[in-house]
């Protein structure tokens, strides 16, 4: 009897902790939404939510793929060259200023299975080479960077099709397209993790690598689908972008890489894996817009972005790691 | 009652071995032997190559990428990395380019201070607050462009007067490149500051096993902000050598020379898991990277594969010189 009694107040005070800990982020995306809302009169308009979820979109899709990577405890570095080399293709495969190929889904499709395929080729030599993912994440965005100037050939190709320019600019309920999609992708996202063994596995496979091997769980084709799962849903924010500028650019992702690693980070999805989601994540998404939308409507410079970025992100990390001092003390 | 859990450090065999194995040899002669066999190629793809005038061009143009190099290699030595490098020379040639101007020749010196102290942030970041070193110098490359771009404006800020840094860009009897002579001097006085003191051996010991170094009573928190201090300094140097030859400072300048540079380090045999490796390897690496890119030239190749190369480059000298029995789990 008696460690059932011992056991169940420790248990409720461990969810508790869970829960508070949980609910951090999307506290502070309320406390800004406030805080901005009272500075600035643009920003408390329906007409600037609207715009805000727009703005999320790209990013929120781009995310949920650095999710997956970052609950392993990897890190992927690979977006920007991933985007660009995504971006370039579907551009050239639809109807476009510089080709006769009108390949319309197809084209989306092509260039969606070419970035899981870059996804696909970091995954493999993190396995099989055993080179840190964000090394090989570093080598795989280059050669991404470099298939999309190939493809690029100093002509900028417009994106004529219509259907794909609709979705920057169709709206439905006031949200556009890609905001739809975003939100699709996010509840596909949160159902492999949630109820998937991939999801589960990544999970666990961030959390206690070793103990999972031992238990006899083959970790290296979950880890191989993981990163290019994370390049598939990095093809698909690439169409997206190529939507939104209504035409294909090398430099189409470059934010998305930092971006992207800082929104996760922010929304709770820690660095050293298996802590965190697809929710917490999109959180971060959101609070990360947010802030964007509103240093600009105060005034504050978008170069300053960045920065703002690269501070958040040390801040997180730091605060993530503070309770897991002693876990690893080793920090490379 | 003890758990039958015992974590062996794999890393014991790296120690206890007397000399480098064969292959390890092999590893370390790789980087000479691919810059002599790409001469050889170059030379006779191109019979000019050889030729005084196009050699001087080729070590002048390994020289910034050398210099960035060589202080990240430190950092990558003690088990770090530095992503950063590329923007804080970005960052340097906008604060020299607008320095210049009232500070004369101490701008120099100014911008390569505060590159080492930007540099030594970043690693007192690293070690008090216990972050990974690529994602703290992940964040400063964002802060260091973001900063480049606020206070330039975005625009490239042009230099007048280059006298007080002519210096980084002339060629000694009008042969031997000034650049070229920095760089060399850079990493023989890192060289020799680190075979001469006991720097060495701490900083091997921390690359090859943190947890033992810390153990043996080496201070290793103030020799990692160190080694992220140099890298800044080296980054800073960078970046006035760059405004030197092109008479102006660039908020996005040298952002391209950060995949360049890590592929100087690790093709140069220098293990991305610390503690094996040196210095000299990494101007060997930079001199086969420059090589490399006027070889895709001279043999026609478009410029756009010269990003793919990179890449192909570094993860295959990364699997290369891994230390594979110090690596239990892959992240």
Redesign the interface.
Known sequence: MAPLVDTRPARSRLRRGVSVRDAGPPIALLVIVVVLSLLSPQFRTTGNALNILDAAAVLAVVTCGTTFVLLLGSIDLSAAGVMGASSLVVAVLVENSRNNLDLGILGILIAVVLAAALGCVSGLLVVLLKVPSFMTTLGVSAIGLGIATLVFDGVQPGVVDPSLRSWATGRLLGLTYLTWIAVVCVLIAWFVQRYTRLGRYAMAIGGAEEVLALSGVRVGPYKVAVFTMAGAFYGLGAVMVTSQLGSGLVQSGASYTFASITAAVVGGTLLVGGRGGVLHSTVGVLLLTVLTNGLVLIGVSPYVQGGVQGLIVVVAVAVAAAPLRHRNQVVK | MSAPVTIRPSSDAAVVKGGPTRSESLTSLMPVLALVSLVIALAAAKPGFLSQPSMTAVVDAAAPLAVLAAGATIAVLC???DLSIAALASLSSVLLAMWLPTLGGLASVAVVGVAAAAGALQGA??VF????????T??????F???A??ISG?APVPVIDDGPIRWGFTRIFDVVPSAAVVAVVVVAVLALLIKATPLGSWITATGYS??AARLAGIPVDPLKIGAFCVSGACAGLAGVLLVARTFSGGPTMADSLL?PA?AAI?VGGTA?T?GHGGLWRTLVGALVVTLLRVGLSVVGV??????????????AA??LT?D?SK?????
Not at chain 2, 327 to 331: G, P, Y
């Open positions: 088990g770090g990395i970041a690293h607050l216990r972050i990974p070193s690529f994602i703290v992940l964040g400063g490359m964002s802060l462009s973001s900063i771009l606020v975005a943190e947890p995949l890590v690790v991305i610390g478009s410029a756009a594969y010269e990003s793919i190369l990179y890449g192909a480059l570094i993860v990364v699997a891994l594979r690596v239990m789990v892959v992240k």
